[in-house]
């Protein structure tokens, strides 16, 4: 009988001091559990674009439904649950249809300027910094 990887990996990341940290949480810290130098910037373009507005707390939502922009003719809301970020590097495709590939996709072809956050505030560099934050979630 042989375990598994997957199954050695939910035990490690279910023990203190590894709960609520698995997969690509790890690739992006570096020595002294520090985020990237791109997350860190990221961190801070995701409160500059007001993602915390809905996006905090421990999951990462605001456990609410939001009209963000993202509707389509085919829908029959204009409002949408806010997801967790956490782990959000492993649940593309993303919005509530799956049309965007990428985090990033969700602001540059799925939104309309400001609804879902102010990333039109945010420089090219910034954008791609933020994306690089909710990945480390």
């Not at 001091?17 to 990237?36: A, H, M």
């Not at 801070?44 to 905090?56: N, P, S, V």
Request: glycine share 8%; net charge neutral.
């Amino acid at each position: 009988y042989r375990v598994e990887p997957y199954v050695a990996c939910g035990d490690v990341y279910s023990m203190p001091p590894n709960v609520g940290r698995g997969g690509w949480t790890w690739y992006y810290l570096e020595k002294g559990n520090k985020l990237s130098a791109a997350a860190q910037r990221g961190q801070l373009a995701f409160t500059k674009a007001g993602c915390i507005a809905c996006h905090a707390g421990e999951y990462v939502t605001a456990m609410q439904m939001k009209n963000v922009g993202t509707s389509t003719l085919g829908d029959r809301t204009l409002t949408f649950d806010i997801p967790s970020l956490r782990e959000a590097w492993h649940t593309a495709p993303y919005l509530h249809d799956g049309r965007a590939p990428s985090i990033k996709d969700i602001f540059l072809k799925f939104d309309q300027p400001n609804m879902h956050g102010k990333h039109t505030n945010l420089s090219p560099q910034e954008l791609d910094d933020l994306v690089q934050y909710v990945l480390s979630l």
